[in-house]
């Protein structure tokens, strides 16, 4: 079946330390890939997306994803998390076919300690 | 700058008693979606319009219309709304690279039914 998974529900890191958020898809073709950021009380705000080309993309706020065919994995990373960072990250998918509508994995809660 | 602006950021609404939440954006976009994002859940597609072309998403209740005026505004109307119905309400629209699912969100009403 198609589908999104985001495997960790929460991750906890120190301030300071670095991060990897996990997403990984089920499609037969790649789909198109984003990463969302969502702060408590506030709508998505896209962090980076992949359509094509160099696999490893950069976004804002210094995060970056790299895009992975053989593991079917588009996961999110930053070298040193900040403890503004602390939100739900989503990843998303836009099925080559069907790409006006964005396939959502179940998010990753994100806790950062001091 | 160019944003999709959302009004207003709390509703309060009784039990049956129909409620009209607004969306805007000055990123002159041909396509707005509306989704429902219930507490610790990815967002859910109700339904989108390109330019005023209407799209249902199957299983929207029937509870649930949207207007689309102009390219600037869309409305979401919910005409009973039952306490399944409180929500994070986000609008979203997607430019250029709509055929690729890029999307951009406003910041969500919350909707709260007693």
């Known amino acids: 079946a198609q589908s999104v998974t985001q495997p960790d529900i929460h991750i906890t890191v120190s301030e300071g330390a670095s991060l990897e958020l996990r997403c990984n898809y089920s499609?037969?073709?790649?789909?198109?890939l984003f990463w969302y950021v969502q702060s408590p009380g506030q709508g998505l705000q896209l962090l980076l997306k992949?359509?094509?080309?160099?696999?490893l993309v950069q976004g804002i706020k210094g995060f970056e994803a790299e895009f992975k065919r053989s593991q079917s994995s588009f996961n999110l990373r930053k070298p040193s998390v900040h403890w503004s960072d602390a939100a739900e990250y989503f990843c998303?998918?836009?099925?080559?076919?069907?790409?006006?509508?964005?396939?959502f994995g179940s998010g990753t809660r994100l806790l950062v300690r001091p | 700058d160019a944003m999709v602006i959302q009004n207003p950021r709390y509703q309060v609404t009784q039990f049956g008693k129909p409620v009209t939440l607004s969306c805007s954006q000055t990123?002159?976009?041909?396509?707005m979606y509306w989704y429902q994002q219930k507490s610790s859940q990815a967002p859910k597609l109700l339904f989108h319009?390109?330019?005023?072309?209407f799209n249902n998403e199957a299983d929207t209740p029937d509870n649930f219309q949207s207007r689309r005026p102009n390219t600037s505004f869309c409305f979401l109307d919910i005409r009973s709304p039952g306490l399944g119905d409180a929500a994070m309400y986000l609008c979203?629209?997607?430019?250029?690279?709509w055929g690729k699912g890029e999307q951009y969100f406003g910041p969500g009403t919350r909707l709260t039914v007693t």
């Open positions: 990123l002159n976009h041909n396509v």
């Open positions: 998303a998918v836009a099925p080559r076919g069907s790409s006006y509508k964005l396939i």
């Open positions: 319009y390109y330019d005023k072309d």
């Open positions: 979203a629209t997607s430019g250029r690279d």
């Open positions: 499609y037969g073709a790649t789909p198109y």
């Open positions: 992949y359509f094509s080309g160099d696999t």
